[in-house]
């Protein structure tokens, strides 16, 4: 497989080679495809996990267990001011 990079990327994975971090150009390579596998784990597993809320949701809203949206929102609100005065933000 041949691979074509920008001049910039080309300059970053010299300078990680040339800082010792790596071995071998081919070494970055790897490291960044291993992170990005890493990235798509992460994304699929959030995503199935907010499909599997949604169903819950959509089951109790089936039985008529559902909350004013004002409420929600108010609730929302809520939690981000308690957030935000934890991290003094």
Known sequence: MNISFTPELE??????VASGKYASTEKVIVAGIKLLEERECIYQGRFEELQREIMVGVE???RGEIID???VFQQLKQKLQQ???QTGK
């Open 83 to 85: 957030r935000r005065q």
């Open 69 to 71: 949206g004002e409420t």
């Open 60 to 62: 109790a809203s089936e």
């Open 11 to 16: 300059q970053f994975i010299q300078s990680q």
